[in-house]
């Protein structure tokens, strides 16, 4: 968490072609500033400057309360006390992650499962892009159609796109999301959208298999007119931009940027029961 808080300021954080922009951001560590994790000869007056320093370097990062942590380390004057005062800048820490995630969770990522056990951690695009790696999805994830009413039902209108279903082919249905909308980032690296460029900020998370069309607006706060991305016939998952020339009058293609996209609709190709 604290790394990912100093990194924000880091000089390298914005230099988007810098070669070793990965090496300089794993070298980046915080102090040890609770006793206990310092070292075994250091006294309390060298942990509290540690402390000392650590504030200094997060000063207005923003959401971060720490004028807490500075006044209990103000009078700090034994292990137990500046101990008492690392964990006020731990509650700090969390609680600011926390409404961080809820109020822009963009600049949050998400890593691991919301039932096995998961982390938030603050991040940017780079963070997030070392940080998580979505796997290919499994075999059979929509079929039959029913479980893609399983899997959004509660948070989408389904709908079949098609007015008779042609037995041995797939059925196109239409996912429209209602007030929790899919939020994504995408790393605008190429002439199309590749979902293993793709992570998932915050919302329902949709479902890979079979998706074939998605509805979108360029971040949360965009009330143009939605884009449309179509599928392409790349083995690997991605999407066109459609038609290229609306999306370039929103965003340069290939500036190696990172955008937000919150999806309003998702088309599926799905199976019909018992095929």
Not at 43 to 51: I, K, Q
Not at 167 to 189: C, H, M, S
Not at 207 to 227: A, F, H, T
Request: overall charge neutral; proline content about 9%; some cysteine.
């Amino acid at each position: 968490m604290l790394k990912a808080l100093l990194w924000e300021r880091a000089p390298a954080a914005g230099a988007a072609g810098h070669p070793y922009r990965e090496e300089v951001f794993r070298a980046y560590a915080a102090p040890a500033y609770r006793p206990a994790a310092g070292r075994s000869r250091s006294t309390w007056a060298e942990t509290s400057t540690r402390l000392d320093l650590l504030l200094r370097a997060l000063d207005g990062v923003e959401g971060f309360d720490l004028e807490p942590t500075r006044e209990a380390l103000a009078t700090a004057a034994s292990d137990s006390e500046v101990d008492r005062a690392g964990s006020v800048l731990d509650a700090a820490l969390v609680a600011g992650t926390a409404r961080r995630y809820l109020d822009a969770p963009e600049t949050c990522v998400f890593i691991g499962d919301p039932d096995k056990g998961y982390t938030i951690l603050p991040a940017d695009g780079f963070i997030r892009k070392l940080g998580v790696r979505e796997g290919p999805p499994s075999r059979g994830q929509l079929f039959p159609k029913a479980s893609l009413r399983d899997r959004l039902g509660s948070v989408a209108e389904i709908r079949s796109l098609e007015l008779l279903a042609v037995p041995g082919r797939p059925q196109r249905l239409e996912a429209a999301f209602r007030e929790a909308t899919p939020l994504y980032e995408f790393d605008n690296v190429d002439e199309m959208l590749w979902w293993k460029h793709c992570r998932h900020l915050s919302g329902p998370v949709l479902p890979i298999e079979g998706l074939q069309e998605l509805n979108v607006r360029l971040g949360p706060g965009d009330d143009s007119p939605p884009l449309k991305l179509v599928r392409s016939r790349h083995r690997t998952l991605s999407f066109r931009f459609d038609p290229p020339d609306t999306w370039r009058l929103r965003l340069p293609t290939r500036d190696g940027k990172t955008y937000p996209i919150r999806v309003l609709r998702a088309s599926y190709d799905v199976l019909p029961a018992g095929q």
